[in-house]
């Protein structure tokens, strides 16, 4: 994919670039220190810019690093000294940008710590990990069957665990999945979470595969359509002479059409 280049002005910077590129929030903070005024369009484009980035590490579950410089750069932009002029556009731009740095710094916190004894001896914390571990995703109503427990319960019990990062929650359609987190292994003996496939890697596998698949159907169809198009051609050809033995008079017919 093509990135864009760095703009000129914030304003006409592309969001998903600003959202994604690896050098966009270096770039946002020399914007911000020579931007005039702030306008609705630039303090939109740039909150968008935030709550994409922040969606993503939360749901990648990425290094504190990646957290860190984040926070950094929504704390310097959403500044007191610009606190007021961002929060007398249409949304407090500032009182946004700071809860989501209250997000950011809980999550930190977390990073730094170790899984507590509470958390690790709580039950079926370790058995859900084990049951898990081979299968690297279990569907949340077989953990219900499996462990013969209320849905609250595991609910709670999963909450618990995924804010320690033990395991990830998703859902694909109307069912919730559940894999092994980064720090699954401060719970489970000899498990190695550099050896099993992230969640980014298993989602990375399946787009990959479904643009295999929409590729095998269009050259699919392509075939199909080159098969009724020879099919067609093969029927107005003209056929092989024949004598007409009924008709007596030697008059040559094509599929008992006469010709001309």
């Known amino acids: 994919m093509n990135t864009p280049s760095k703009p000129v002005n914030l304003g006409y910077a592309d969001p998903n670039w600003l959202a994604q590129s ?10 911000v220190d020579t931007l005039p005024e702030w306008d609705e369009h630039t303090a939109g484009l740039l909150d968008y810019a935030y709550r994409v980035r922040l969606a993503r590490l939360l749901r990648t579950h990425a290094e504190a690093e990646e957290f860190r410089e984040l ?17 007398a556009l249409d949304k407090p731009y500032a009182v946004r940008w700071l809860a989501f740095s209250d997000i950011l710094e809980d999550r930190l916190s977390v990073l730094g710590l170790t899984v507590p004894d509470s958390v690790k001896q709580r039950r079926y914390v370790k058995e ?14 077989k953990l219900i069957d499996h462990f013969k427990i209320e849905e609250a319960n595991l609910s709670r019990i999963l909450t618990v665990m ?10 694909r359609k109307k069912e919730k ?4 987190g980064p720090r ?7 498990y190695d979470s550099m050896a099993i496939r992230s969640r980014a890697d298993m989602e990375q596998e399946m787009a990959h595969f479904k643009q295999e698949m929409a590729q095998l159907k269009r050259t699919n169809q392509e075939l199909l359509k080159h098969c009724k198009v020879s099919s067609t051609d093969t029927n107005k050809r003209p056929a092989t002479r024949q004598r007409s033995q009924d008709l007596g008079i030697g008059q ?4 008992g059409i006469p010709a001309q």
Not at 177 to 180: I, K, R, S
Not at 184 to 190: I, K, Q, S
């Open 22 to 31: 690896p050098v966009a929030l270096s770039y946002i903070l020399e914007s």
């Open 71 to 87: 926070n950094q750069n929504i704390l310097k932009v959403a500044h007191p000294i610009r606190e007021q002029e961002l929060n």
């Open 128 to 141: 859900i990990l084990e049951w898990i571990l081979p299968q690297q995703e279990v569907a949340q109503q």
């Open 162 to 171: 995924e804010g320690w990062e033990l395991v990830v929650r998703h859902r």
């Open 177 to 180: 999945f559940v894999t092994l």
């Open 184 to 190: 699954a292994h401060e719970v489970l003996d000899g």
């Open 252 to 255: 040559t017919v094509y599929f």
